[in-house]
């Protein structure tokens, strides 16, 4: 079986998404990987986010489902539970980290720091996220603050500030497994994807696939 790490190679790219309705969550996923993307993170800023995790991992989709904004143990217990394939938090919380680990859930904890990384290590995380990445001082500075761990088989998923003219400084890099961004599938897309028009719920879906598709990573 292939490892989380393998898994976001293949896809390069995670969507990062606030979904606010579960009805249409299933449907929002199929939208994405029709355009190839494989890789969703469903962030946990939304009342309902939990029940959309659950409704996209009964569905059977060839997609690997994350949770983001994992804040607390709890989260991380949860995601587990609803089927998520892997957790993401913004900062390196260690309580958090050893309740994924504990739950058997893959975990990448948010660092900019190289104590950070060395924390996320000592935890037990090679795969971490980048965040926020362009404000941190982007690829530049990842790549001169992760030299003194590649030895170790460290690896990055940047979010924050990325977007199609920046994102291929970072997919050129061997560092980076992936990268993510809410920009792929943005909130007011998907609400009137899910929303009670129908035309405008075509025209969501229609949007969402040509922009995937559109993506460097076919």
Known sequence: MENLTDRLKKARIVAVLAVNDPAGAVDLAKALCDGGVTALE????????????????????????????????????????RGADFGVSPGCNVRVIDAAAEAGLPFAPGIMTPSEIEQALEHGCKLMKFFPAESSGGMKHL???AAPYKHLGISFIPLGGLKLSNMKSYTDSPLVTAIGGSWIAPTSLIDAKLGPDKEKRRGGRRQLVEKSGRLPIH
Request: glycine share 10%; hydrophobic share 40%; with cysteine.
């Open 42 to 81: 469903m962030t946990l800023r939304t009342q309902r986010a939990f029940e959309c995790v659950s409704e996209i991992a009964g569905a059977g989709l060839p997609l690997t489902l994350g949770v983001g904004t994992i804040l607390t143990p709890e989260q991380a217990r949860e995601a587990k539970s």
């Open 143 to 145: 790549q001169s603050m």
